[in-house]
């Protein structure tokens, strides 16, 4: 499997509603998420990612932004995430995810939204469910897998 990405951070909080803090290496466990992490439990958005690139667009309106303050558990960096479609499989570091969700609705504004007017996280974060646990860390490799890779033991 090449790398197709990286891990830039790997971001925690203690309760739902506000930016997530980098604690640079988390266990993720399967069916659930991110070991730690207040937005852990089963379901279809066990972990969300955002691309820095996507933060970048955000700092290049002028806001002061870094990794963690969209809420997202896991920075990446390298891979047009919001462009993957929805079943895509991919190792992260050693854990096994697959894509749920692409994107989300945003029921009430948040503070990066009445800053700068928009929010990125709405329209290029993503959702995966862990498929097999494991451990991700910032510097981690992000490989997409193709259904070759699958076939020759990627679960």
């Given at each position: 499997?090449?790398?197709?990405?990286?891990v830039?951070?790997v971001?925690i909080?203690?309760?739902?509603?506000?930016?997530?803090?980098?604690v640079?290496?988390?266990?993720?466990l399967a069916?659930?998420?991110?070991?730690g992490?207040?937005?852990?439990?089963?379901?279809?958005?066990?972990?969300?990612?955002?691309?820095?690139e996507?933060i970048?667009k955000m700092?290049?309106?002028?806001?002061?932004?870094?990794?963690?303050?969209?809420a997202?558990?896991?920075?990446?960096?390298g891979?047009?995430?919001?462009?993957?479609?929805?079943g895509?499989?991919?190792?992260?570091?050693s854990?096994?995810?697959e894509?749920?969700q692409?994107?989300k609705?945003?029921?009430?504004?948040?503070?990066?939204?009445?800053?700068a007017?928009?929010?990125v996280?709405p329209?290029?974060?993503?959702?995966?469910?862990?498929?097999?646990?494991?451990e991700?860390?910032v510097?981690?490799g992000?490989g997409?897998?193709?259904?070759?890779?699958?076939?020759?033991?990627?679960r």
């Open positions: 499997m090449k790398k197709d990405g990286r830039v951070a971001c909080s203690d309760r739902k509603g506000v930016p997530k803090m980098n640079d290496r988390r266990r993720l069916d659930y998420g991110l070991e992490d207040a937005h852990a439990g089963g379901g279809k958005r066990q972990v969300s990612l955002l691309a820095l996507s970048e700092r290049a309106k002028g806001l002061d932004v870094s990794p963690g303050s969209f997202e558990n896991i920075t990446t960096s891979i047009v995430l919001f462009t993957l479609p929805v895509t499989r991919m190792r992260i570091g854990v096994l995810v894509v749920t692409i994107g609705d945003c029921h009430s504004r948040c503070a990066i939204y009445y800053q007017g928009d929010c996280m329209r290029e974060g993503i959702f995966v469910k862990v498929l097999a646990s494991g991700a860390a510097g981690d992000i997409l897998l193709s259904d070759r890779d699958m076939d020759e033991g990627g």
